[in-house]
């Protein structure tokens, strides 16, 4: 059952006897990419997701339809497909279950602590402190009154977020420390929260230069019998005033002494998380010059889907190497790359149709991925395009293009 920290050197026949087993809790865009990579190698792919038909099921040989956060259906689903390895691919798991099934044997990807960590911002600020990582100012609230006294020991303005979200979530701008505003804050954030914690996090709200994520992949060194450490190459992105990802591109465009800052430290994180695979560490760059800590995700980072067409290994193929026992020599950047996220602003459409297709892709070096989630709500990242150029300027101008040229409508 276990393949922790070991090489493998074969693999079974997917519903065979000696198949071998990979579930995904979560089945979404990079869930999907991890699932076609992991089909690639022959492995047996189960997806565990709320909602049916999420984009990692059209590609698994099996799915199940739970709350992710209920214990018992967790459980239940792991005793019966016995999978070689758990791969978590969202935050809102019940993470009880995950410590107990691994304490029972089962790999859980990278491990449980690492998920508790990167999912709940009050253990994620812990733990940056412990490692010295500097941060924004923050405080925790546990009601609107709180969020009102926080914002006004900070100073406004500052960012009001659940304590566990992600993807931007729940995030709301206080512009002012005002009563009705904390009302609003508060109120919004709990109501995207991921679990039933009714805390927020407020922190200062930081004037941006630009922000980084740095990709760290950890697996098993059979010649030196470690487990080895590595980085990929720095990928700079922007949220245009979103709390989400939009644009991102790799190479970044920074100095070679910041993101050499920026590489030491997603290191020391990922080190002290501990296990095998990705962790996509984010830093925000601030107009006054600070390099800050903002989160970490052990799996891969939305961020990083341009390394499907910038590198000779992506995250995601990265990622089931590792946590298979399976050797990653140095990953190479072949090319500049950059991607545009495409939003929705439907809400409540199924079965939405991306239309334009024929005129992004006919631009050179562009590549689309329309994830099929089979329904839309406000905000929801249903495609992305990205883009090879000879330039990083080159790729991000194609990248821009490509997305103006598409869009979500509903189906006839």
């Known amino acids: 059952m276990k393949l922790m920290h070991r090489m493998r050197n074969e693999l079974g026949t997917p519903l065979g006897s000696n198949a071998v087993k990979l579930l995904l809790l979560g089945g979404g865009e990079l869930g999907k990419e991890i699932a076609l990579e992991a089909q690639r190698l022959g492995i047996e792919v189960i997806v565990a997701d709320r909602y049916d038909w999420a984009p990692a ?24 497909e016995k999978p070689d390895v758990i791969v978590p691919e969202i935050e809102a798991i019940n993470v009880d279950v995950l410590e107990e099934l691994e304490a029972k044997g089962y790999h859980i990807v990278p491990n449980a602590k690492a998920v508790r960590v990167a999912m709940n911002k009050l ?3 812990k733990f940056a402190a412990k490692l010295g990582l500097p941060t924004t100012r923050y405080r925790f609230a546990s009601s609107w009154r709180e ?79 470690s487990i080895a450490t590595n980085v990929m190459e720095p990928i700079e ?35 002290a998380l501990g296990g095998l695979g990705v962790f996509g560490v ?15 995700a052990p799996r891969p980072h939305d961020t990083g889907l341009v390394t499907i067409v910038s590198q000779d290994i992506s995250e995601f193929e990265a990622h089931v190497r590792a946590i298979l026992g399976l050797p990653i020599p140095e990953i190479k950047l072949l090319t500049p790359a950059a991607s545009v996220a495409i939003y929705t602003d439907l809400d409540g459409k199924w079965h939405p149709v991306l239309r334009g297709v024929y005129e992004a892709i006919k631009i050179p070096g562009v590549k689309l991925l329309f ?15 990205i883009a090879r150029g000879e330039t990083v300027e080159e790729a991000r101008r194609r990248a821009r293009e490509a997305a103006k040229r598409v869009r979500v409508v509903p189906r006839d």
């Open 123 to 125: 253990e994620l600020r």
């Open 147 to 225: 969020v009102y006294e926080a914002c006004e020991e900070i100073g406004p303005p500052c960012l009001v977020k659940p304590e566990m979200s992600s993807s931007g979530h729940g995030h709301y701008k206080m512009v002012s420390a005002d009563i009705g505003e904390a009302k609003k804050a508060y109120e919004h954030a709990i109501a995207y929260s991921r679990g039933t914690s009714r805390r927020v996090i407020v922190e200062e709200h930081v004037e941006l230069e630009t922000e980084l994520t740095v990709i760290v992949y950890r697996w098993v060194d059979a010649d030196r019998g």
């Open 237 to 271: 992105h922007w949220r245009y005033g979103k709390y989400h990802y939009i644009e991102s591109w790799q190479p970044s465009t920074r100095s070679r002494d910041l993101l050499t800052r920026a590489e030491n430290m997603a290191l020391k994180i990922a080190e």
């Open 371 to 385: 994830f099929g989630k089979p329904f839309t709500y406000r905000g929801r990242r249903m495609a992305v395009v």
């Open 57 to 80: 099921m059209h590609i698994a040989h099996r799915k199940y339809v739970i709350d992710l956060l209920d214990y018992s259906a967790v459980k239940a689903v792991v005793e019966r």
């Open 282 to 296: 984010e830093f925000l760059y601030t107009r006054d010059g600070r390099l800050l800590f903002n989160e970490v």
